[in-house]
Protein backbone atom coordinates (compact mmCIF):
# COMPACT_ATOMS: atom_id res chain seq x y z
CA UNK A 1 0.00 0.00 0.00
CA UNK A 2 1.41 3.54 -0.54
CA UNK A 3 1.44 5.68 2.06
CA UNK A 4 2.87 9.60 2.29
CA UNK A 5 3.14 10.12 6.17
CA UNK A 6 3.87 13.81 7.73
CA UNK A 7 5.56 14.56 10.66
CA UNK A 8 7.00 17.59 12.81
CA UNK A 9 4.26 19.99 13.13
CA UNK A 10 3.13 21.88 16.30
CA UNK A 11 2.84 24.98 17.83
CA UNK A 12 6.02 27.51 17.63
CA UNK A 13 6.20 31.75 18.09
CA UNK A 14 6.25 34.43 14.97
CA UNK A 15 10.40 34.18 14.10
CA UNK A 16 10.75 30.44 15.26
CA UNK A 17 11.42 27.29 12.95
CA UNK A 18 10.09 24.11 12.60
CA UNK A 19 10.91 20.98 10.00
CA UNK A 20 8.33 18.92 8.38
CA UNK A 21 8.48 15.20 7.25
CA UNK A 22 7.44 13.05 4.62
CA UNK A 23 7.95 9.42 4.91
CA UNK A 24 7.14 7.36 1.73
CA UNK A 25 6.07 3.71 2.50
CA UNK A 26 5.12 1.02 -0.37
CA UNK A 27 7.18 3.09 -2.83
CA UNK A 28 10.53 4.76 -3.15
CA UNK A 29 10.26 8.26 -3.91
CA UNK A 30 13.65 7.88 -6.48
CA UNK A 31 10.78 8.12 -9.36
CA UNK A 32 8.51 10.70 -7.96
CA UNK A 33 8.06 15.02 -7.58
CA UNK A 34 7.18 15.88 -3.95
CA UNK A 35 5.22 18.86 -3.32
CA UNK A 36 4.33 20.67 -0.34
CA UNK A 37 0.67 21.88 0.70
CA UNK A 38 -1.08 23.82 3.16
CA UNK A 39 -4.39 24.61 3.62
CA UNK A 40 -5.66 27.27 6.19
CA UNK A 41 -8.82 27.27 7.74
CA UNK A 42 -12.04 28.74 5.15
CA UNK A 43 -8.84 28.80 2.39
CA UNK A 44 -8.28 26.82 -0.33
CA UNK A 45 -5.48 24.50 -0.36
CA UNK A 46 -2.42 25.64 -1.77
CA UNK A 47 1.46 24.25 -3.12
CA UNK A 48 4.20 25.55 -0.81
CA UNK A 49 7.11 24.00 -2.55
CA UNK A 50 8.00 21.08 -4.44
CA UNK A 51 11.08 18.93 -5.92
CA UNK A 52 12.43 16.55 -8.59
CA UNK A 53 14.50 13.60 -7.35
CA UNK A 54 16.53 13.22 -10.22
CA UNK A 55 18.37 16.70 -10.18
CA UNK A 56 16.75 18.17 -7.07
CA UNK A 57 15.18 20.86 -9.14
CA UNK A 58 13.01 22.39 -6.67
CA UNK A 59 9.95 25.23 -6.70
CA UNK A 60 8.83 27.57 -4.29
CA UNK A 61 5.82 29.64 -4.01
CA UNK A 62 6.12 32.93 -3.81
CA UNK A 63 4.99 33.67 -0.48
CA UNK A 64 7.45 31.23 1.14
CA UNK A 65 10.81 32.04 -0.57
CA UNK A 66 13.55 33.08 1.10
CA UNK A 67 12.20 31.54 4.58
CA UNK A 68 11.22 27.62 3.39
CA UNK A 69 13.81 24.75 2.10
CA UNK A 70 12.48 22.18 0.71
CA UNK A 71 15.13 18.70 0.36
CA UNK A 72 15.67 15.09 0.75
CA UNK A 73 17.09 12.21 1.95
CA UNK A 74 16.95 9.29 -1.04
CA UNK A 75 18.54 6.97 1.37
CA UNK A 76 15.32 7.36 3.89
CA UNK A 77 12.86 7.64 1.29
CA UNK A 78 12.14 11.14 3.08
CA UNK A 79 11.28 14.62 1.60
CA UNK A 80 11.70 17.68 4.59
CA UNK A 81 10.48 21.10 4.26
CA UNK A 82 12.67 23.47 6.49
CA UNK A 83 10.40 26.72 7.55
CA UNK A 84 12.52 29.73 8.99
CA UNK A 85 11.05 32.93 9.92
CA UNK A 86 7.65 31.73 10.51
CA UNK A 87 4.82 33.85 10.33
CA UNK A 88 1.13 33.63 11.75
CA UNK A 89 -0.32 33.45 8.42
CA UNK A 90 1.70 30.14 7.86
CA UNK A 91 -0.57 28.39 10.12
CA UNK A 92 -2.27 25.89 8.33
CA UNK A 93 -2.59 21.64 7.98
CA UNK A 94 0.67 20.82 5.80
CA UNK A 95 0.34 18.28 3.25
CA UNK A 96 3.07 16.05 1.23
CA UNK A 97 1.87 14.40 -2.16
CA UNK A 98 3.48 12.54 -4.73
CA UNK A 99 3.39 12.35 -8.96
CA UNK A 100 5.65 9.98 -10.81
CA UNK A 101 8.08 12.60 -12.45
CA UNK A 102 11.44 11.50 -13.60
CA UNK A 103 13.02 14.17 -15.18
CA UNK A 104 12.17 17.94 -15.40
CA UNK A 105 10.57 20.70 -12.80
CA UNK A 106 7.72 20.20 -10.40
CA UNK A 107 4.47 22.24 -10.28
CA UNK A 108 2.40 23.15 -7.38
CA UNK A 109 -0.79 21.93 -8.94
CA UNK A 110 -2.85 19.85 -6.87
CA UNK A 111 -4.45 18.44 -9.73
CA UNK A 112 -1.14 17.03 -10.33
CA UNK A 113 -0.51 14.96 -7.32
CA UNK A 114 -1.73 11.29 -7.31
CA UNK A 115 -0.81 10.34 -3.35
CA UNK A 116 -1.31 12.34 -0.57
CA UNK A 117 -0.92 12.35 3.50
CA UNK A 118 -2.79 13.05 6.05
CA UNK A 119 -1.38 16.21 7.03
CA UNK A 120 0.17 18.00 9.96
CA UNK A 121 -0.83 20.47 12.00
CA UNK A 122 1.25 23.65 12.13
CA UNK A 123 0.20 26.88 13.99
CA UNK A 124 2.70 29.94 14.37
CA UNK A 125 1.15 32.39 17.34
CA UNK A 126 2.60 33.83 20.35
Known amino acids: QLQLLESGGGLVQPGGSLRLSCAAS????????VGWFRQAPGKEREGVSC????????AYADLVKGRFTISRDNAKNTVYLQMDSLKPEDTAVYYCAAYMRLYGSCGLSLSEYRYWGQGTQVTVSS
Open 26 to 33: GFTLDYYA
Open 51 to 58: IVRSDSRT
